[in-house]
């Protein structure tokens, strides 16, 4: 695997692009969305993306390793993708947005440490993971006393199952091997060409392994899948690091070659 850093939680990535806590609809800083953000979809990227340009795509940097938390903007509502630190200034930053669903791609700590600040701000949000991850995401604050243990799930996400946000829609796809229970969001309708990959894949690397739960064989399963189900010119959003394509992943990443 790459570089197993210990007390990471995510890959053999590095965090060492700027970081603003951004906002997001209207009120981002230099990582909101739409066309001014470094992150932004939805039109305003040069492999495919998503085909709806009223549709947008934020980030926050959450927590300490500056996980991408992803707010997915369609109509007047939206999505919250990994909220693994600060719920509560996340949740003030929604204006009149309606909160669907709060997403987490996987169980730990970094990416679902913010959910029950969150869920108490916006108590009608659906918070939903997949249940191999749902004891892993209850025990957050073990990991590290900023993180609050996640609440009990509205509902569990499995493979093929869907998520609507206005004109968008999310398909799941089980990619376990960082943890047990990771999964893949891939954009649908207006929000076709936007992935969602949490920790299965990153810029040049994918997730680690060696965590309670990791499994190399099974990983290597899940970014076969990647590779030959996804369309190339779509947009991975990993959660930690850099937007890429998997167009360049596949021409460059080490964990996507034969």
Do not use: W
Not at 130 to 159: C, K, T, V
Request: aromatic letters at 4%.
């Amino acid at each position: 695997m790459a570089n197993q850093n210990e007390g990471c939680s995510c890959g053999g990535h590095h965090h060492d692009e700027e970081h603003a806590h951004g906002g997001c609809c209207g009120h981002h800083g230099e990582h909101g969305h739409g066309e001014h953000g470094h992150g932004g979809c939805c039109g305003h990227h040069g492999h495919g993306g998503c085909h709806h340009a009223k549709d947008q795509i934020g980030v926050f940097k959450v927590g300490p390793l500056e996980t991408n938390c992803y707010i997915y903007v369609s109509g007047n509502e939206c999505m919250i993708i990994d909220a693994g630190a600060s719920g509560a200034e996340i949740a003030a930053q929604l204006l009149n947005l309606e909160l669907k669903y709060i997403v987490a791609t996987h169980g730990h700590a970094d990416h679902v440490g913010g959910v029950k600040a969150l869920k108490l701000a916006v108590p009608g949000a659906q918070y939903l993971i997949n249940e191999a991850d749902n004891e892993l995401a209850q025990r957050a604050h073990n990991s590290n006393e900023i993180y609050d243990d996640a609440p009990e799930p509205d509902g569990f996400l499995h493979e093929g199952d869907a998520l609507s946000v206005g004109t968008a829609q999310f398909k799941i796809m089980e990619t376990p091997g960082h943890t047990p229970g990771g999964i893949v969001l891939v954009g649908e309708g207006t929000a076709t060409g936007a992935v969602f990959v949490g920790d299965t894949l990153f810029q040049g690397s994918a997730g680690r392994t060696d965590l309670p739960g990791g499994n190399f064989e099974t990983l290597k399963a899940s970014l076969n899948r990647i590779k030959t189900e996804l369309d190339p010119t779509s947009v991975i959003l990993s959660g930690h690091g850099n937007q890429t394509s998997l167009e360049a992943e596949l021409a460059t990443n080490p964990f996507l070659q034969d």
